[in-house]
T-cell receptor, first 114, second 112 residues
């Protein structure tokens, strides 16, 4: 399995600002993903963070709004840019280890935009 | 693309009874079906999974069954305990696509 940590665990931000969320995995992983979970809802995939290349975004999510970095096999960041109250959500990082089907999740970052 | 439907949205059972949550999927190419438990304020925790080459898998009090023909799979929890109270999510994945698609979630409450 993989142990995943995220920073910050929560934040309250003002409209129009940006927040960068960090995700650290305790072992090298092949795939890293970023999800959004709106209050009381299910998980929606934002993008797959690719090591050494641009992230692959899902329909409805764009790089200008959610830029992602993955500089190595254990670390990724997600930035939520030019925030509005509609961006208030839990943002979750997840990862898969090499050769495995299983996907593990971090504890999430709870973002409130005022 | 894949679509996963999960039922019921809420489930309340007496402690010691069994709980069953059901999911259906649309993409016949999906071949991996995990279940996650999410407690309040925490990230989803993988509790059990099944691949398309088996019909049932059990781990202590939890089990998952898969019917590929009907494209549905279920989570069974026996001898429920208060600590089983949480939101449960099913998901499906085509390992070629490597992306998980989640169901809507079931809020399970165990009444003492």
């Amino acid at each position: 399995s993989a142990v995943i940590s995220q920073k910050p665990s929560r934040d309250i931000c003002q409209r129009g600002t940006s927040l960068t969320i960090q995700c650290q995995v305790d072992s090298q992983v092949t795939m890293m993903f970023w999800y959004r979970q709106q209050p009381g809802q299910s998980l929606t995939l934002i993008a797959t963070a690719n090591q050494g290349s641009e992230a692959t975004y899902e329909s409805g999510f764009v790089i200008d709004k959610f830029p992602i970095s993955r500089p190595n096999l254990t670390f990724s960041t997600l930035t939520v840019s030019n925030m509005s109250p509609e961006d208030s959500s839990i943002y979750l990082c997840s990862a898969r280890t090499p050769g495995a089907y299983e996907q593990y999740f971090g504890p999430g970052t709870r973002l409130t935009v005022t | 693309g894949e679509n996963v439907e999960q039922h019921p949205s809420t489930l309340s059972v007496q402690e010691g009874d069994s709980a069953v949550i059901k999911c259906t999927y649309s993409d016949s190419a999906s071949n991996y079906f995990p279940w996650y438990k999410q407690e309040l304020g925490k990230g989803p925790q993988l509790i059990i999974d099944i691949r398309s080459n088996v019909g049932e898998k059990k781990d202590q009090r939890i089990a998952v069954t898969l019917n590929k023909t009907a494209k549905h799979f279920s989570l069974h929890i026996t001898e429920t305990q208060p600590e089983d109270s949480a939101v449960y999510f099913c998901a499906a994945s085509n390992q070629g696509a490597q992306k998980l698609v989640f169901g809507q979630g079931t809020r399970l409450t165990i009444n003492p």
